[in-house]
């Protein structure tokens, strides 16, 4: 028997509430997105909403930022955006590197140790960010040392490392433990059954909290904004120095293709995990 989504009982007031509400989620999610989109495409230099003409000329800013140095920037948009690459990159290497063993000694180790464990990882993510920036700061500052992109990276690292662990964690509770003792007697080794068998079947879950940390990551504005120096910036802090005194509207369509990358790798997500690691 079939059962209706959206059952119509008590004269359909279950029903609107239900619709209400989630008229009322999307809103809330995509209202900010749709603002900066509009506004990417206003012919004018003032803020107002909505605007009162149209034109791809700040469209056409963000290219020439791109193709030609900006003398008002002590960093150009370029190398922003590189490091934020960059950063993105090794983030995402040793996130997943230190995850996917973690993910497997929690996943067949014991209850207790993996309750605890999972807690002290999820800590970045009830911990104020603010706070979090300025605890990284204290650290960086006392040791003295020319960190250089580390100085930035490193906390990125620990704020990703809940995202990727739930993603590798996940795939590993789907792994038999039957599967690994079949391959040791077969006659490969532990780490061999490991490498052939467990790895293959985290597949998803590798490459979707890899996926996260790209996001997260080249995104990230709070930490980094206490970590950033004038040599190694990223380019969220690059888009809020243009930004801080008054709106920069080359900054709305920059945003634009940021979103959009940003959504095309969401749905890369839920084609993995619907997938099991199958992109296309």
């Known amino acids: 028997m079939r059962v209706a989504l959206l059952p119509t009982e008590h004269g359909g007031s ?67 955006t590189i490091t934020s690459l960059v950063v993105a990159t090794i983030v995402m290497v040793i996130s997943t590197g230190v995850c ?31 706070m979090l920036g300025i605890a990284f700061l204290l650290i960086a500052e006392s040791l003295a040392l020319e960190l250089g992109i580390w100085r930035i990276a490193i906390p990125h690292v620990a704020l990703v490392l809940p995202f990727v662990l739930r993603n590798c964690l996940s795939a590993m509770n789907g792994i038999s ?19 052939d068998v467990v790895i293959p079947l985290m597949k998803a879950g590798i490459l979707a909290g890899l996926i996260f940390a790209l996001i997260i990551s080249f995104n990230e504005f709070t930490i980094t904004f206490f970590m950033y120096t004038i040599d190694v910036n990223t380019l969220p ?44």
């Open 100 to 130: 996917i063993p973690l993910a497997y000694a929690l996943a067949r180790g014991q209850r207790k140790v993996r309750a605890g464990m999972e807690l002290l990882f999820t800590l970045p993510l009830v911990f104020p960010l603010v």
């Open 177 to 195: 433990v039957e599967l690994e003792e079949a391959a040791i007697s077969l006659g490969a080794s532990p780490m061999r059954a490991i490498w």
């Open 237 to 280: 802090i690059w888009m809020y120095s243009r930004t801080v005194s008054s709106l920069d509207p080359s900054t709305l369509a920059l945003s634009v293709f940021i979103i959009a990358a940003d959504v095309l790798l969401i749905v890369l997500v839920d084609k993995l995990i619907a997938g099991k690691g199958n992109l296309f």
């Open 14 to 80: 279950y029903r609107f509430v239900m619709l209400a509400l989630a008229v009322v989620g999307i809103l809330v999610s995509a209202l900010p997105v749709l603002v900066v989109t509009i506004m990417s495409f206003s012919a004018t230099d003032t803020s107002g909403f909505p605007p009162s003409s149209y034109s791809l000329r700040w469209y056409g800013d963000v290219l020439q930022l791109f193709t030609s140095d900006d003398p008002s920037s002590a960093q150009s948009v370029v190398d922003s």
